[in-house]
């Protein structure tokens, strides 16, 4: 439930009204804006009855938000969130962000290798899988522990904090040591366990879209978390399942306008596992700038056709490179 109050109210009536809500066992969330002051009402199992609350002095109206999502929403949180990592600024009004890396982390010689160069190249964060989700058992898993720890490494010599992906709850303490964000996958978007768990830390949060998840219930995702007090969650569409064969997955830009109207929370967009061919994530990358993306998420490896996963997505550093010379022009002509 949505309270909206009159322009007029007094500082007395609202909180007359804040009391209201909390004597009803419910938590009243202020939001003040620039024409009038809402209170958003949370902690509600199913519709509330509004009669205590309609009618007091101040109130212009009450809505009832039948949304499954509310602290995400543009309803109680007008402004665009911004998410800091390090000294890097994600969300509405900031430069669109570059997070590049491998598929997975596979070697020493092969993250900082990559680190450096796409460094170098003008990326703001470093992307590397340390724990897998394959969709058989007989593929790469990922180098785990070991893999943390070369992210470390990377980030050490490279100065890029890092973006990995967590998979359980029970890893969370361990991948939170080493990750400036941690990445939540498609696989795992409605692993409702693990996104509460992640609630309870600070640190952001990288939500990507299940493949067959509609927005709403992408939306309700990042609730899971915001609900349990982490309100860092950066929403990431990567592609989603249709009958097109011909690309991996069927890239879906149209959430890049759309978020932005139903919620506050950053969006960038994976071009890699969207489209799973390497020629077509330069274009895509730039598309999905141009909608309005808050940033990209690239994979890049130094020797793709050797890749233990996701090469032949995956750019090259020279590839990389070029992609980052035309995004350098297209980001400033966006007025950036
Ligand atoms: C990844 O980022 O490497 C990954 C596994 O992504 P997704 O969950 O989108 O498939
Ligand atoms: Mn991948």
């Known amino acids: 439930m949505l309270i909206v109050m009159h322009h007029k ?74 998410i800091k990592v390090a000294h890097v600024e994600i969300g509405a009004g900031k430069r669109p962000i570059v997070i590049a890396g491998p598929c997975a982390v596979e070697s020493e010689h092969q993250i900082v290798k990559t680190a450096l160069a796409v460094k170098r ?4 964060l470093l992307r590397g899988g340390a724990f897998k989700p394959r969709t058989g058992p007989h593929t790469f898993q990922g180098l785990e522990r070991e893999g943390l720890r070369l992210l470390s490494l ?14 359980t709850p029970e890893n969370i303490a361990l991948v939170e040591e080493h990750a400036d964000v941690l990445q939540v996958g498609t696989r795992n978007m409605q692993n409702f366990d693990l996104l509460k768990e992640l609630g309870r830390i600070r640190k952001p949060v990288l939500l990507k879209r299940g493949m067959s998840a509609t927005i709403e219930e992408f939306l309700a ?18 592609g989603i399942r249709t009958f097109e064969t011909a690309t991996r997955n069927s890239l879906d830009l149209s959430v890049i306008p759309l978020i932005n109207e139903l919620s506050h929370l950053p969006v960038i967009i994976d071009p890699s596992h969207a489209t799973g061919k390497r020629s077509l994530v330069p274009p895509m990358s730039k598309a999905a700038l141009v909608a309005g993306a808050n940033g990209i998420m690239v994979e890049v490896h130094p020797e793709p056709d050797k890749a233990l996963s996701d090469g032949p997505q995956s750019l090259t550093i020279e590839g990389f490179g070029k992609m980052m010379s035309e995004i350098k022009s297209l980001i400033s002509f966006l007025g950036f």
Do not use: W
């Not at 190249?121 to 703001?124: C, H, K, L, Q, S």
């Not at 899971?224 to 990431?236: D, K, Q, R, S, T």
């Open 9 to 82: 109210a007094s500082r007395k009536q609202i909180d007359a009204i804040i009391a209201a809500v909390r004597n009803m066992g419910l938590k009243a969330k202020p939001i003040p804006g620039s024409q009038r002051t809402a209170i958003g009402v949370l902690g509600n199992k199913g519709y509330i009855d509004d009669l205590n609350i309609r009618d007091l002095p101040g109130v212009k109206e009450v809505i009832h938000v039948t949304k499954p999502y509310k602290m995400v929403s543009r309803d109680f949180h007008p402004k665009g969130t911004v």
């Open 121 to 124: 190249m003008g990326a703001d």
């Open 154 to 167: 990377a980030k050490k010599k490279s100065g890029l904090p890092i973006v990995t992906e967590v998979m």
């Open 221 to 238: 995702a990042a609730e899971y978390i915001c609900a349990e007090g982490n309100p860092n969650v950066i929403l990431c569409e990567r």
